[in-house]
């Protein structure tokens, strides 16, 4: 059974950081399109950032949303199956429920939800004025 775990999760204060991990298990995702998205109470799960490695590539390539970039940083961990999320400067309007999701394998426009086939339990962030 493929499960994705997220931790890291918490109350910080504006302005502050947060490392969101999620690891793995049941399968590996090394090579595998992995991404974080967020949802708010009423509205629908955006995207946040993607890491991701076309066929026969060694380069991994990393994706934000505009709201993402330049604060936020997606790294992968092959040997601990594992994709971490380095949240900087957060602001309030970041407050949101965190979920990991993972393809199975190299995917295109990232950015679709769909584009997933696993899905974290999510994990709360709070960004205090």
């Known amino acids: 059974q493929v499960q994705l775990v997220e931790s890291g999760g918490g109350l910080v204060q504006a302005g502050g950081s947060l490392r969101l991990s999620c690891t793995a298990s049941?399968?590996?995702?090394?090579?595998?399109?992995m991404g974080w998205f967020r949802q708010t109470p009423g509205k629908e799960r955006e995207f946040v950032a993607a890491?991701?490695?076309?066929?026969?590539?060694?380069?991994?390539?990393?994706y934000y949303s505009d709201s993402a970039k330049g604060r936020f940083t997606i790294v992968r961990d092959n040997a601990k199956n594992a994709v971490f999320l380095q949240m900087n400067s957060l602001q309030p309007e970041d407050t949101a429920v965190y979920y990991c999701?993972?393809?199975?394998?190299?995917?295109?426009?990232?950015?679709?939800?769909?584009?997933?086939?696993?899905w974290g339990q999510g994990t709360q962030v709070t960004v205090s004025a």
């Open positions: 890491i991701n490695r076309s066929g026969g590539s060694t380069i991994e390539s990393d």
């Open positions: 999701a993972a393809a199975t394998g190299y995917r295109s426009a990232y950015y679709f939800d769909d584009r997933y086939a696993y």
């Open positions: 049941g399968r590996t995702f090394n090579n595998a399109l």
